[in-house]
């Protein structure tokens, strides 16, 4: 069974940072590409990230780039959002899905919250 | 980018109605790679069809989907108590990869 589990998520203030993970177990991870997607409150869905199997390639959406790292360690099936310079519109939960051009799974997602 | 245009922004329909989701896209899809999610309160968005009209695993048939180059269509059959939730569309045919806004299905 494919399970994808996020953690790190909390609150913060305006500026600061936070790590987010995500462990994969059920399927090769090394295999395939991963997607960070959010979803403000109330919004919708926004993908924030992703990266290649092999981590060669990494793509941002605009609003995060210079701001968010994302990695891999394929040895231990986990997948990293580095958050830094973190601003209000940043609140969102946090989705790590893989990616097959569709997002067939997804995990329950972590919240993040900044604010004063 | 690809921009998608899902309608109506709520629907309210009662249980064993049929409905019919909309979502147009800025461009062509590119070999129809669109995709449809359902997303109830508190959880994760689930895939329910792709490459525009395969259901993924596990899917009921009631779940269809329709469309090519622009024009795409979500359609539920018969509507259950747990069909009532947002669903989204998303365009992967070309970079970057797409949402919709969303369309809420709600109980009449």
């Known amino acids: 069974e494919v399970q994808l589990v996020e953690s790190g998520g909390g609150l913060v203030q305006p500026g600061g940072s936070l790590r987010l993970s995500c462990v994969a177990s059920?399927?090769?991870?090394?295999?395939?590409?991963m997607r960070w997607i959010r979803q403000a409150p109330g919004k919708g869905l926004e993908w924030v990230a992703n990266i290649k199997p092999d981590g060669s390639e990494k793509y941002y959406v605009d609003s995060v780039k210079g701001r968010f790292t994302i990695s891999r360690d394929n040895t231990k099936n986990s997948l990293s959002l580095q958050m830094s310079s973190l601003r209000a519109e940043d609140t969102a939960v946090y989705y790590c899905?893989?990616?097959?051009?569709?997002?067939?799974?997804w995990g329950q997602g972590t919240p993040v919250t900044v604010s004063s | 980018e690809n921009v998608l245009t899902q309608s109506p922004g709520t629907l309210s329909l009662s249980p064993g109605e049929r409905a019919i989701l909309s979502c147009r896209a800025s461009?062509?899809?590119?070999?129809?790679?669109l995709a449809w999610y359902q997303q109830k309160p508190g959880q994760a968005p689930r895939l329910l069809i792709s490459?525009?009209?395969s259901r993924a695993t596990g899917i009921p048939d009631r779940f269809s989907g329709s469309g090519s180059g622009t024009d795409f269509t979500l359609t539920i059959s018969r509507l259950e108590s747990e069909d009532f939730a947002v669903y989204y569309c998303q365009q992967y045919g070309s970079l970057p990869r797409t949402f919709g806004q969303g369309t809420k299905l709600e109980i009449k």
């Open positions: 461009q062509s899809v590119y070999n129809n790679n």
């Open positions: 490459g525009a009209s």
């Open positions: 059920g399927f090769t991870f090394s295999n395939y590409w």
């Open positions: 899905a893989r990616d097959t051009g569709t997002f067939d799974y």
